[in-house]
């Protein structure tokens, strides 16, 4: 059974902001780890083409 505390804290609704609920602000790290790790990507990828596929 709840105590009449728990109801109340139940009852309750916790509002946030979005950036409150993510708890991160996006900035430009995330684009910078974005175009870092594609550009690897792209780089070990074109070293094992040319290792294994070249002509």
């Not at 870092?36 to 002509?55: E, K, Y």
Request: a negative charge; hydrophobic letters at 50%; charged letters at 15%.
């Amino acid at each position: 059974m709840a105590t009449q505390h728990q109801r109340q804290i139940d009852q309750q609704q916790i509002v946030e902001t979005p950036t409150e609920a993510r708890q991160a602000e996006p900035g430009p790290s995330v684009l910078a780890l974005l175009l870092v790790s594609t550009g690897l990507a792209v780089l070990i990828l074109g070293v094992v083409w040319f290792v294994f596929f070249r002509v």
